[in-house]
């Protein structure tokens, strides 16, 4: 459940209208320095750079951004520990790397901003129904799980993204 709520989290921050878009290229393209700091520069632009300022990112653009240099030659990594040009990150799994553009595949979604602005509503606590008759033939029982819950985000200024970064 825990991780349906994630995926539609971050599914509406991706499709919100108004958040800063952060493009590399018609076919994607390699994730440099450069564009960390547009993705700040984007939510800075429209005065929405304050609150719980931090990177959401998957595995594969972990790894790759641990092994990118800032700049040529400078042995400094673009990721170190638990700091991702000065602000804190967060690595999901629930961001893409299956996106493509033109002719790019297997792209990959950052996300940065006030997550803050990011509402997640519950109604109720989790309902779970035990049905020991519909399986009972197999030997078994079957338990589903609801949760009730809605996700908006409350000023798309506070958000900003790339949906197209080669992270390979």
Do not use: C
């Amino acid at each position: 459940i825990a991780l349906k709520i994630d995926s539609e989290a971050v599914a509406k921050i991706l499709a919100e209208t108004g958040i800063g878009l952060v493009a590399i290229g018609d076919n994607g393209g390699a994730v440099k320095n450069g564009h960390i700091v547009d993705l700040e520069t984007e939510v800075a632009v429209d005065n929405a750079d304050i609150g719980r300022l931090a990177y959401l990112i998957n595995a594969r653009t972990r790894g790759y951004l641990k092994k990118t240099e800032v700049s040529a030659n400078t042995g400094k990594m673009i990721l170190t520990g638990n700091d991702l040009n000065g602000y804190g990150f967060q690595t999901s799994n629930q961001i893409p790397s299956n996106l493509t553009k033109g002719t790019g595949t297997d792209l990959s979604s950052l996300i940065f901003g006030n997550f803050a602005d990011l509402l997640v509503g519950f109604w109720g606590g989790i309902d779970l129904t035990v049905d020991p008759y519909t399986l009972a033939k197999q030997g078994k029982i079957a338990i589903t799980a609801d949760q009730f819950a809605d996700v908006g985000v409350r000023r798309a200024e506070s958000f900003a993204v790339i949906k197209d970064g080669i992270v390979v």
